[in-house]
């Protein structure tokens, strides 16, 4: 019931000892215990403030992937949701590159982890939240050049970067960015098309959720050129100069 200013430390009592939530009034401005976040946000906040954060985001129908800022119980899941973590990248001449993932059947999302969420259902407005508050820091999985990096900052560019939009592995072209909260993949700089994504099983099942082929990475074509340099609007025959999106440059003969 103090009034006024004070320097140094202010020690609360709750007389009831019953721990119930505190509510502070400083300056006429009520600061609540519990921070609301959305996928559009950047954390820039102090979280020894907060005694809770909520994460606030729609869980769309299929696969996308997620990173949160605060440990979660997996078991809370349910109704055939599931997470998964990256676990092996293979790569051969006629699949190109596999991103394999391991179900995750129970225990706990770590903190700042990327991980692909599948949701049987959408979900609008789906609040995740924990008392356990974890500082957001950016980290990343990588197996065979392949990254799978977390996300906390809105409006970074996906160009050249890999996502999984829509339920399907896509590859970011020009102007394209990514919420926060939501995981991505940096491929190898030799990566070029035929990039798959599987889902593991306990007991053996592998699930393709999607595979960007050859064919699909042709419509991120930014430029065509003969070997002379004269620019093209389509492939003509004989060997063709390609620019990617990318950047990278590749010949093809029609």
Known sequence: NAVGSHSGT??????????????LNVAGTTLSNTLFLKP???????VRTYKRIVLQRTLPMGYSTITLPFAYDIDLVEGGAFVAQLELVTHNQHD????????????????????????PFEITNAEWGET???SPEEQSVSKNGWTMQANYTPGV????????????????????????YTAYFIPPA????????????????????????????????TAIYRLD??????????INIVRMQDGSVRKVLK
């Open 10 to 23: 202010i020690t609360i009592a709750d007389p009831s000892g019953s721990n119930a939530a505190i509510t």
């Open 40 to 46: 559009t946000e950047t954390p820039s906040y102090d």
């Open 96 to 119: 190109g590159y596999t991103l394999y993932f391991r179900k995750v059947a129970d225990g706990v999302m770590q903190p700042n982890q990327p991980y692909v969420l599948y949701m």
């Open 132 to 134: 356990a508050i974890s």
């Open 157 to 180: 560019s996906m160009e050249g970067k890999y996502g999984i939009v829509g339920g399907k592995l896509c590859l970011g072209g020009a102007g394209s960015t990514i919420n926060a």
């Open 190 to 221: 030799e990566a070029k098309g035929r990039v798959r994504v599987a889902m593991l099983d306990n007991d053996g099942t592998t699930t393709y959720i999607h595979s960007l082929s050859d064919t699909e990475s042709d419509k991120e074509t």
């Open 229 to 238: 340099g004269t620019k093209q609007t389509a492939l003509t025959k004989g």
